[in-house]
């Protein structure tokens, strides 16, 4: 398996995230009237996206380890930096909005998360089956 099947694999996550940014910037009404600020929306899709990207970076890397240990120790090194890179995002934004933050929003960012690491599992386990000694 080359490196050139991994690159190929991020297009869902890809994808998605030009569908879901799209998505924000086109309904930015709708989720007024639903108290959702869109705009927490828009910079948790991307700090997701760029959470993933470095997760499937790592991946990448290890790919073509003969260990498989190292492999699912970089899949999970690769979700927890996703969690702490998350983390950080929401310490950093209730840092500056203070009591005003958008709960909606929040909450919308959570389900985003859920969607992204669910995504990058499928993506991981099909590339996992290509791989012999995974």
């Given at each position: 398996?080359?490196?050139?099947?991994?690159?190929?694999?991020?297009?869902?996550?890809?994808?998605?995230?030009?569908?879901?940014?799209?998505?924000?910037?086109?309904?930015?009404?709708?989720?007024?009237?639903?108290?959702?600020?869109?705009?927490?929306?828009?910079?948790?899709?991307l700090?997701?996206?760029?959470?993933?990207?470095?997760?499937?970076?790592?991946?990448?890397?290890?790919?073509?380890s003969?260990?498989p240990?190292?492999?699912?120790?970089?899949?999970?090194?690769?979700?927890?930096?996703?969690?702490?890179?998350?983390?950080?995002?929401?310490?950093?934004?209730?840092?500056?909005?203070?009591?005003?933050?958008n709960?909606a929003?929040?909450?919308?960012?959570?389900?985003?998360?859920?969607?992204?690491?669910?995504?990058?599992?499928?993506?991981?386990?099909?590339?996992?089956?290509?791989?012999?000694?995974?």
């Open positions: 398996m080359s490196n050139n099947s991994v690159s190929r694999s991020f297009r869902p996550l890809l994808l998605l995230f030009i569908i879901t940014t799209a998505l924000f910037i086109t309904s930015r009404a709708r989720f007024a009237r639903w108290d959702v600020d869109a705009d927490v929306l828009i910079i948790g899709n700090v997701l996206f760029a959470a993933a990207a470095i997760s499937f970076y790592l991946f990448s890397r290890s790919w073509n003969k260990n240990q190292a492999i699912l120790r970089t899949v999970y090194g690769g979700m927890f930096s996703k969690m702490m890179i998350c983390l950080i995002a929401v310490i950093i934004y209730l840092s500056i909005v203070g009591k005003g933050f709960k929003g929040i909450i919308g960012c959570m389900f985003l998360y859920v969607v992204y690491t669910t995504l990058e599992v499928v993506i991981l386990m099909k590339l996992s089956k290509q791989k012999k000694n995974v």
